[in-house]
C-alpha cells in the first residue's frame, strides 16, 4: 500500500510557472510507474502525463505537451510535475496516481492507476 500526498497549487496568472509534488510513503517508490491527471469542475478525469518505473519514458497529454514536465526524486520518494506557460484551460484539481509495483510501464488510462493522491487545485487566472 502506497499513500500520496500533492503540494504545490495555487494561482497563477496566464503565462505563469508552478511545480507540483507529489510525496510518497513506503520504501519502495523506485518500483512504481506513476502518472498526473487533473480533472475541472463538470468535467471528466483528463490525462496529463505518465512515467515508467525507470523514469526514462515519458508520455504527455497533446494539451500540455511541451509545457509540462514530469520527473522523479526516488531518494526523496517525490515525484513532480513542472507545469510553464500555463493557460486558463489548465486550472483543474491535479492528482497524482501510481499503478500497482507489477506494471513497468506508465498509463494514460485513470483505470490502470491503484493509488491516487487527494489532489491540488491549480487555478491559471487570464
Known amino acids: 500500500q502506497v499513500q500520496l500526498v500533492e503540494s504545490g497549487g495555487g494561482l497563477v496568472q496566464a503565462g505563469g510557472s508552478l511545480r507540483l509534488s507529489c510525496a510518497a510513503s513506503g520504501r519502495t517508490f523506485s518500483s512504481y510507474a506513476m502518472g498526473w491527471f487533473r480533472q475541472a469542475p463538470g468535467k471528466d478525469r483528463e490525462f496529463v502525463a505518465t512515467?515508467?518505473?525507470?523514469?526514462?519514458?515519458?508520455y504527455y497529454a497533446d494539451s500540455v505537451k511541451g509545457r509540462f514536465t514530469i520527473s522523479r526524486d526516488n531518494a526523496k520518494n517525490t515525484v513532480y510535475l513542472q507545469m510553464n506557460g500555463l493557460k486558463p484551460e489548465d486550472t483543474a484539481v491535479y492528482h497524482c496516481?501510481?499503478?500497482?509495483?507489477?506494471?513497468?510501464?506508465?498509463?494514460?488510462?485513470?483505470?490502470?492507476?491503484?493509488?491516487w493522491g487527494q489532489g491540488t487545485q491549480v487555478t491559471v487566472s487570464s
Open positions: 496516481a501510481f499503478r500497482r509495483q507489477i506494471y513497468s510501464t506508465g498509463s494514460a488510462r485513470s483505470n490502470d492507476y491503484d493509488y
Open positions: 512515467m515508467n518505473k525507470g523514469g526514462g519514458a515519458t
